[in-house]
């Protein structure tokens, strides 16, 4: 009779069997000769998001990883409303544990936020993104070899989303070990999907009204970026007088400079404000406030804040759809991103600046402090708002549950929508798991839909 492995052993063995969850100018990009060898590489949270946004505290800001000062929230916990929390899981998935009950495991979906893990297990939400921002391959014949010179901050992971490579390979091109920092004016050999140019340097003497914050808006520059480059000539502080350089991206400084902003509201929004990286895994740079106004509420100050694209694009849409409809209800809108993104609790996404949540507009003979369950939503007006974004062109995708999706498409329906515009907007009824449509399905978006928008054609390391 063969012997049993001991059970220490069997452990071990299914531990390594599991997986993880989870100073000179610069010169114009040249032409570089390729490397000899290729290899290659490339989201967290906190607690579990509540579908209801009057359920939702203010979200928590994460430890930022520098070393600048995190900015406390604000307490808005008095101003939520008495509704107890409630999460609709979607068809097929078993129904949600009683308030008593001990809390779930939680998993990310779609949208990029926290949601039950084990129902994540049972259900079809593949809801794929469509990122179109994938890296090089070697053999892409829309790619080119270029010589970079390295600017102070810069990162190879930056480097990788501005050129469209891998982080991964840029290493192995260029001898650099895993985890190594890149330091300034180093010449590095990138095999580039796309070819920006690369950040201009400026000296400037600093007046009685500069600041690194205020300097840094003027050119798109991350103040703290601005003060890390110029410590070794500086210090922390700046003074009256100084001269320090400005590493700035053309293509953002030139967006600045020629910001035209649309009429209405959205030309009170500041221009230069922009993502870096990933809505799971990114940050803000220069983050633009969501402005106050009678069209909507903000339910979280503390995360209003987006890229200067998104929050003209939320606030047009919004502003059109009011006139539009004539809808008077109320429109809620829940966290965007902090002032310099990064993580907030409850999501994994909003780090950029470009994912918002907007609580589901009630019918307008309803009491607006309720609950907004999907019977007393006005879907229609639901409809018409998606269309709005939609015609900004700046809207990548909304979340929303798939079983309220079929709300939607039968108030469409009912008002005469054709079926292939439909189709174009809704994925119902092709399945949870499809790729189809601008609005796709995320569990636990059944109190309020959540939009990401796109990434402007200035913002050079933004992506997904």
Excluded at 23 to 32: K, T
Aim: charged share 30%; proline share 9%.
């Amino acid at each position: 009779m063969p012997r049993r492995p001991h059970a220490a052993l069997v452990i071990a063995a299914l531990t390594l069997l599991g997986c993880d969850r989870g100073g000179a100018e610069l010169p114009a990009i040249e032409p570089a000769a390729a490397p000899m060898g290729s290899k290659c590489a490339d989201d967290a949270g906190d607690a579990p998001i509540v579908s209801n946004l009057e359920d939702c505290p203010e979200p928590a800001i994460a430890p930022p990883p520098s070393a600048a000062p995190a900015v406390d929230a604000p307490n808005d916990a008095a101003q939520l409303a008495a509704d107890a929390p409630a999460t609709e899981e979607p068809e097929a998935v078993a129904a949600a544990p009683a308030e008593d009950a001990a809390l779930p495991r939680w998993d990310v979906d779609a949208a990029g936020e926290l949601r039950d893990a084990d129902a994540a297990e049972n259900d079809d939400d593949a809801a794929d993104d469509g990122d179109d921002d994938e890296s090089v391959d070697d053999d892409d014949p829309e790619a080119v070899w270029i010589t970079h010179r390295v600017a102070p901050t810069e990162t190879i992971r930056q480097l990788a989303l501005r050129y469209r490579s891998d982080p991964g390979k840029i290493r192995t091109w260029n001898g650099l070990p895993s985890g190594s920092k890149v330091r300034a004016g180093k010449k590095l050999k990138i095999l580039a999907k796309r070819t920006p140019p690369p950040r201009e340097k400026i000296r400037l003497t600093a007046t009685e009204d500069d600041t690194w914050g205020r300097i840094g808006h003027r050119f798109g520059v991350d103040p703290s970026d601005l003060r890390k480059a110029n410590a070794h000539r500086v210090g922390r502080r700046l003074d009256p007088g100084d001269a320090i350089d400005v590493w700035y991206d053309p293509t953002i400084y030139a967006a600045i400079e020629g910001d035209d902003p649309p009429p209405g509201p959205a030309a009170a929004v500041s221009p230069g404000a922009y993502g870096i990286g990933r809505p799971q895994d990114g940050r803000l740079v220069n983050g633009a406030r969501i402005p106050e106004s009678d069209a909507y509420e903000l339910r979280y100050p503390g995360s209003a804040w987006g890229t200067t694209a998104a929050v003209r694009a939320l606030i047009t849409a919004i502003h059109t759809w009011r006139a539009d409809t004539g809808y008077a209800g109320r429109l809620a809108i829940g966290a965007m991103s902090r002032e310099r993104g990064r993580k907030i609790g409850g999501h994994l996404s909003h780090q950029t600046g470009r994912d918002v949540d907007v609580r589901l507009p009630l019918r307008e003979g309803l009491r607006q402090d309720l609950t907004p369950l999907g019977r007393r939503v006005d879907w229609w007006a639901v409809w018409r708002l998606f269309v709005v974004l939609e015609e900004t062109g700046m809207t990548r995708r909304i979340f929303l549950d798939y079983k309220l999706q079929k709300r939607l498409y039968k108030a469409a329906k009912e008002h005469g929508v054709p079926a292939e515009v439909r189709r174009r907007m809704i994925q119902f009824p092709r399945g949870p798991g499809t790729n189809f449509g601008l609005v796709r399905h995320s569990p636990g978006h059944d109190r309020h839909f959540h939009v990401r928008f796109r990434c402007a054609d200035y913002e050079t390391e933004c992506a997904g």
